[in-house]
């Protein structure tokens, strides 16, 4: 899952409707016998058997979406490879809906700080130190990952990839430049979590201005500036908010589209191109 990965209609299915079906209904009908219409109109209405009183409210979609990281948390073995990692502190996953050619979740494992939000959480100076140290290995991972998936395309890399002496290859082009690691202002799902991305934000999955801006603006704050001081700009709400409505800006060249959407994303895929040519 992702935190404003995608939109919610398209992550979590419509509840089922409830209410008996139009076979119910005829089949009741033809089978009861005729009522005087005095007696019906007056005779106490029937509760809908589809809820029934002692039955628990389901939470909408909405709710359910936001709590979805705790299951990669408590049953990490039932997602098979999407988890990348388990670790006593916390668990590396792939983000559902990537924003960008890379891009992994780290979740921590802590129940003391897992709903809490970030400034919150990371004001416990053990507990920061643990997530950065295992988002730090976690963006070695990601980088290796990066360079795997697009390392054969880069000039810088050329030597590396042609090297016969695999023990004794050339550094390369550094992939982990290309990982940003970091934090929503205001995540939109409930449980803690860590996004750690390549920075090309070229994926079918960014479609409106919330998915783009909210990693290429300052709501998106890096692990290592936490805990952010008390009159740190970034805690204001507006603030964060008047990045989320800002005009789109390549995050290469920055170059200004407006609101214009369709442009930018052609423009993003001629970046990616240039890019990882570097």
């Not at 004001?123 to 795997?148: G, H, M, N, T, Y």
């Amino acid at each position: 899952m992702a935190e404003q990965a995608e939109d919610i209609d398209d992550i979590i299915d419509p509840p089922m409707g409830a209410g008996p079906s139009k076979h119910h209904n005829e089949t009741s009908s033809t089978s009861s016998k005729p009522k005087n219409a005095f007696t019906e109109l007056m005779a106490p209405k029937r509760k809908s058997s589809s809820s029934p009183p002692d039955q628990p409210p389901k939470k909408d979609k909405r709710d359910r979406w936001r709590g979805a990281l705790v299951q990669y948390i408590d049953n990490p073995s039932s997602f098979g490879t999407q988890v990348l990692r388990v670790t006593p502190n916390t668990v590396l996953i792939k983000d559902s809906f990537p924003k960008a050619t890379v891009h992994l979740l780290l979740l921590p494992r802590s129940k003391k700080h897992s709903l809490l939000r970030p400034n919150e959480a990371f004001a416990d100076p053990a507990f920061l130190a643990i997530v950065q140290e295992e988002a730090a290995s976690a963006a070695k991972l990601a980088a290796a990952e990066l360079e795997r998936l697009v390392g054969s395309y880069s000039a810088t890399n050329k030597p590396r990839v042609e090297a016969t002496d695999y023990a004794n290859r050339p550094p390369g082009r550094d992939y982990l430049k290309e990982i940003k690691v970091g934090m929503h202002a205001h995540p939109s799902m409930d449980h803690l979590h860590v996004h750690i991305i390549s920075k090309d934000m070229h994926s079918d999955k960014v479609k409106h201005k919330k998915h783009y801006n909210s990693f290429t603006t300052e709501f998106f704050i890096p692990l290592v500036d936490y805990p952010l001081a008390e009159g740190d700009i970034r805690r204001d709400v507006g603030f964060q908010n008047g990045n989320l409505s800002r005009d789109f800006k390549c995050w290469r060249c920055g170059r200004d589209f407006g609101n214009k959407f369709t442009q930018l994303k052609k423009h993003l895929d001629e970046e990616f191109e240039e890019w990882k040519r570097e």
